[in-house]
């Protein structure tokens, strides 16, 4: 299985990203989506997260009015605007195990590589 992420990039505070996950549609399309992100000597903690159905979504709170989360039957998405220099890290993509959401690590079994986000002050 594999999943590919990309959209990552340098920005300035208030400028905005789209990153995107790819992945053929037998990977994911019965099971929840997340993003994760991952800041240095940090831990991977959940961004925003999409049931299958793309139905009903989570954000972390430090997201919510800013990122949007959507998918569809090439893969899953995170609008990011209005960025700010904590939002800085690693951006992951991952497969549910379910077709409901979880927001932990261990809730996901498939990941992508990761994309870059450097949000500058």
């Known amino acids: 299985v594999q999943l590919q992420a990309s959209g990552g990039g340098l920005v300035q505070a208030g400028g905005s990203l789209r990153l995107s996950c790819a992945g053929s549609r037998r990977t994911f399309s019965n099971n929840a989506m997340g993003w994760f992100r991952q800041a240095p000597g940090k831990e991977r903690d959940i961004v925003a997260a999409i049931n299958w159905r793309g139905s009903t979504t989570y954000y972390a709170d430090s997201v919510k009015g800013r990122f949007t989360i959507s998918r569809d039957n090439a893969g899953v998405y995170l609008q990011m605007n209005s960025l700010k220099p904590e939002d800085t890290g690693f951006y992951y993509c991952?497969?549910?195990?379910?077709?409901?959401?979880?927001?932990?690590?261990?809730?996901?079994?498939?990941w992508g590589q990761g994309t870059q986000v450097t949000v500058s002050s």
């Open positions: 991952a497969v549910g195990l379910s077709a409901t959401y979880g927001i932990q690590t261990r809730d996901y079994r498939y």
